[in-house]
């Protein structure tokens, strides 16, 4: 699915850089701004990427929640409430905006008025979600 591969495209490297950061930040204390917010970002994709055993996600439900993260949505999330964000923000897309799930499943892309929708739906739920 091609909207897969926009959305994770960058989020291979980003997972290699978070490793390899984490590695070094366990030997030392000083880390600046970015290193902070690098090691953040790798730990809410990881928690991101789990899912639980017998329970698959679409491709267009795992397309949408992966776009939260790689574009820093789920950095305003505390880690621990990244799977509770995921279940709500499906429910909130199932709920709200299933034409717009329905869109990614026949189209296969990720259309730019797509992506600018789910830049608008992000933005007000995460300024919104209680975890």
Same mark, same amino acid.
């Given at each position: 699915?091609?909207? &897969?591969?926009?959305?994770?495209?960058?989020?291979?490297?980003?997972?290699?850089? *978070? #490793? !390899?950061? !984490?590695?070094?930040?366990?030997?030392?204390?000083?880390?600046?701004?970015?290193?902070?917010? =690098? +090691?953040?970002? @790798? =730990? #809410? +994709?990881?928690?991101?990427?789990?899912?639980?055993?017998?329970?698959? $996600?679409? &491709?267009?439900? =795992?397309?949408?929640?992966? *776009?939260? @993260?790689?574009?820093?949505? +789920?950095?305003?999330?505390?880690?621990?409430?990244?799977?509770? *964000?995921?279940?709500?923000?499906?429910? *909130? $897309?199932?709920?709200?905006?299933?034409? $717009?799930?329905?869109?990614?499943? %026949?189209? =296969? !892309? +990720?259309?730019?008025?797509?992506?600018?929708?789910?830049?608008?739906?992000?933005? %007000?739920?995460?300024?919104?979600?209680?975890?």
């Amino acid at each position: 699915m091609k909207a &897969m591969k926009q959305v994770s495209g960058g989020m291979k490297l980003d997972l290699a850089q *978070f #490793r !390899e950061v !984490e590695a070094f930040a366990q030997f030392g204390s000083d880390l600046d701004a970015a290193t902070q917010k =690098q +090691l953040s970002r @790798g =730990q #809410r +994709l990881t928690e991101m990427l789990k899912q639980d055993i017998n329970v698959p $996600l679409t &491709m267009q439900e =795992q397309v949408v929640i992966i *776009f939260a @993260g790689v574009n820093g949505y +789920l950095d305003r999330i505390d880690v621990t409430s990244v799977r509770s *964000f995921e279940t709500a923000w499906l429910a *909130f $897309l199932k709920g709200s905006h299933a034409g $717009l799930l329905e869109s990614l499943r %026949s189209e =296969q !892309e +990720l259309s730019k008025s797509n992506e600018a929708k789910l830049h608008e739906l992000c933005d %007000s739920f995460t300024s919104s979600f209680k975890g």
